[in-house]
Every structure is written in C-alpha cells, then in structure tokens.
C-alpha cells in the first residue's frame, strides 16, 4: 500500500473530515464554500465510547437503554435475514482509465504517452474490447467473468465539480447538495431502521462514515471488533467477565444529576455492545473468530475489517449498511504507476477474499458490494500523475449483481468542456436501483429528484 503525493488540502481536508465525523467536534474551514461532512455536529445527540480504550462510537442514541439496546438487537438478530450494502470508498480519485484502461481507443496512447497500458498487459473486458482491466485488478476481472460484477464504466452527474470535498460530499448524501445533512444510507436507515439497533448502520472505521449519517435512528463506528476493548489492567482472565458485567449494571443504577445520567447512558450502550460483540473477541482482545478463506496480507486494516464484518454476518449481528474505505489513497497526482498499482491490488484482493469468505458461508446472496470514488482522473497525464477529472467508474459486486455494463464508455475523441471523461451513467440512479431493487425502499423516500432518474437493472 503506497501513499501517492496528493493534494496538501486532500490530505488536510481527510484529517479534518475525520474530526467532523467525532462525536461533538466542528469542522474548520479548508475553503471558502467547502460543504460540512454529512453528520457534523452530533454532539447533542450522540456519545463517544472512548473512555476505556473503547474503539467504537455511537450516534444518534442518547437515550437508548442497555434493556432497549439488548432486545433491539436480539430482535433483530432473530428477523428474517434482511439483505446487507457494503459500501467501499477509494479516496482520492480513482483513474478509472487506468482501472479500465481504454487501450483500444485510437486516443489513448496520445493523451498517455508515459502511463499508459499495453494492450495485452491485463484482461479484456468482454463487454466492451476497447477497455481492459488493470493487471491489478485482477480479481475484479475474475469475478466480473463469474457474472458477479457490474460495471459502471463512466458514471458521475452533470456539471461535475473537481473538489475533493464537494463532489465527495455530493456521493455521500446522494444529491447535489453543498447543505446536505445526512447520508444516503442514513436517510434509508431512518425510512427503513429501527430505534434500538445501533448496529444496523457501520461505519467500518474510528468515526461516523457520513453517507451513514442518520437523522433518528442510532448508528455505529467499529474499527474492528478485535480493537473493541475494555483494559482491566492486572485483573486475572477468570475475573474479566464477572468485572466487566458488574461495569454494564452500574449503568442501570439510578439517580444524580444530567450528566451523570448521561454517563450511565454511556456505560450501558457500551456493555450492551460489548455482548453484542463478545463472542468476536477472545478476553485478551485478540480476533475471537475464524475465516474460512485466507485474506491478503497487505491492504493496512482492510483485509482484517472484511475479514470480521463476514464473521459478524455469519455471527447473525443485525448490520443493514456498511461503510469502508479501501487500502490506500488514489490522489495519484505524481508517481502514479506504483501507487495505483499496489493500491488497487490491496483492495481488489481483499474484496475478492471477502467475497469468496460470504460464499464459503452461504451468506452471498444477502450481500452487495457498491465500489466507487468521488470522481475520475483527467484523460491527459500531468507526466509521472494526473489530475482531478470528471466521470469515473463504480462497480456493484455480488451473487445477486446482475452483472452486466451499466451505460457505455463514452470514448476519447469527444470530452467535456474542461476536457475531461463525459458521463454516460448519473451516480444517484445507482442509488435509485440499490434502494429499490436490493433494500426494498421506493427511492423517492430517500434520493431529491429520484422520479427523473433511470434505475439500471443492477440486481438478479
């Protein structure tokens, strides 16, 4: 995994978001018009877990009991088994010219004279000739041929806005909207979610996804449940249990004023899921589960939070929607070839061991992987990199996935006015379809403008 020499303000504006995203915590300025992550300024709604070592927030919840938590999601644990959206972002801006590499696009080699791929280098994508596959995305390619992947070739929306942060933001809360204030997803939890499960939204990560931003029903950060600890020091192993069970009634304990009521709050969401997630770590906080397929080692966390998120499904934990970012940035303004190829490698092997884990579990057709970065790079290179473009590729990974092209790629000869990839696919009808066709929801309850949208046929 490499870390390309992106933008000062891409890598400042990451830092930043991930402050926004705590609980309680502003955003500072980074430029003028800049839009505010979705789900900044939780604080009078929301609690953060961190007083002993915890690694998990939880939003939207303040006033949900350990009693409220426990049966919320026993309840749903024991429900039909809803169908789960696994959300992954590649920040940065991923080239999709270089994911799909249009090698038989007479434009190509002209505008990439010194990135570009030889025809032959990777897999032909069968769909259209003119593109093939990067040679790190191998597994991609694989599961594409398995009919498991549809593609998205050149999606993106009209008047594409090359900021990091606001197109970014307009993914999230699935409009074009600088004052959005919820995610899409979180919008969808809050039509189709319930009051007391607080696992049903995750944000695979230390702070709130913003496209999981709810704005009624409680959602969770879990880096990992193998980081979800409490640290009792010297305590004997055979004393953890009876110790930490006593810490989750002390919650119950009536009396004193707000703010100690609003401690107990936290001291009985934080045990109640604690149990949710015990029988996923062992009591010295070691992963307390096995997968039946071997992950990747490189990829930083990702291998390890996929890796979990399929033991948690197979563990029957209510989760509905999930957010995760992939191995790596993909600001790839500068030493482009090495970064995009370590990066992508890292985070396609991961999903393809994710995949192939929910089908050793039989729990592939309860599952949609949506792969997808805030925009394209520009067509011509800058010499070693590129630069922030327009239209990029997304993808809708699966059993269920229809698997086939969704619009077309639009060729070199004609680009937008700023010169860059035209889109042929709106990003928001990808949602319409996700809603609709594999959450069940009319879209029109969560996407602005759904019924001008088209819904590509994306599930089986």
Not at 341 to 350: G, I, L, M, S
């Amino acid at each position: 995994m490499i870390d390309p020499c992106a933008c000062t303000d891409f890598n400042r504006a990451e830092l930043l978001r991930a402050t926004a995203a705590a609980a309680g915590r502003g955003l500072p300025a980074i430029e003028p018009g800049m839009p505010d992550p979705a789900g900044t300024g939780l604080d009078r709604r929301s609690f953060l877990l961190r007083g002993a070592g915890l690694a998990m927030s939880v939003y939207g919840a303040s006033k949900l009991g350990l009693d409220q938590h426990e049966a919320g999601v026993a309840q749903a644990a024991g429900g039909p088994s809803a169908p789960v959206l696994v959300s992954v972002f590649l920040p940065g801006g991923l080239d999709s010219l270089s994911l799909l590499a249009p090698v038989g696009d007479p434009r190509y080699a002209t505008l990439r004279p010194t990135l570009k791929l030889n025809a032959g280098d990777g897999t032909t994508f069968a769909e259209d000739s003119r593109l093939m596959w990067h040679p790190s995305a191998a597994g991609l390619a694989q599961l594409h041929a398995e009919g498991k992947v549809s593609v998205f070739p050149a999606v993106g929306y009209d008047h594409p806005n090359q900021s990091h942060f606001t197109s970014r933001h307009f993914w999230e809360v699935g409009a074009l909207d600088t004052g959005g204030t919820r995610g899409w997803m979180g919008r969808y939890l809050d039509v189709a979610g319930t009051l007391d499960n607080p696992l049903q939204g995750m944000a695979l990560s230390a702070s709130l996804a913003p496209a999981l931003a709810t704005a009624k029903v409680p959602v969770a950060a879990i880096s990992k449940p193998s980081d979800y600890s409490f640290p009792l020091g010297n305590v004997d192993t055979w004393l953890k249990g009876p110790t930490l069970a006593a810490y989750g009634k002390m919650g119950a304990a009536g009396g004193g004023d707000d703010a100690l009521a609003y401690a107990r709050s936290a001291v009985t969401q934080s045990d109640g899921v604690r149990q949710s997630l015990g029988a996923f770590v062992t009591p010295d906080g070691k992963p307390g589960f096995s997968s039946p397929v071997t992950y990747p080692s490189a990829g930083g966390d990702l291998p390890a939070r996929l890796s979990a998120l399929a033991a948690m499904l197979a563990g029957g934990l209510p989760i509905r929607c999930v957010a995760v970012e992939g191995a790596g940035s993909y600001d790839t303004h500068s030493n482009q070839t090495a970064t995009l190829t370590a990066n992508v490698k890292a985070t396609v092997d991961a999903l393809l061991a994710f995949q192939r884990d929910l089908e050793a579990r039989g729990l592939a057709d309860r599952v949609l992987i949506q792969l997808w970065s805030e925009f394209g790079r520009r067509p011509q290179e800058n010499g070693s990199g590129t630069d922030h473009g327009a239209a990029g590729c997304a993808f809708v990974i699966g059993t269920r996935a229809k698997g086939t092209m969704i619009g077309e790629f639009p060729g070199l000869a004609t680009l937008d006015g700023q010169s860059n990839l035209r889109a042929t696919s709106d990003f928001r009808a990808m949602y319409c379809s996700l809603l609709e066709q594999w959450l069940g929801v009319d879209a029109a309850q969560v996407i602005p403008g759904a019924a001008t949208l088209a819904r590509p046929q994306l599930v089986r």
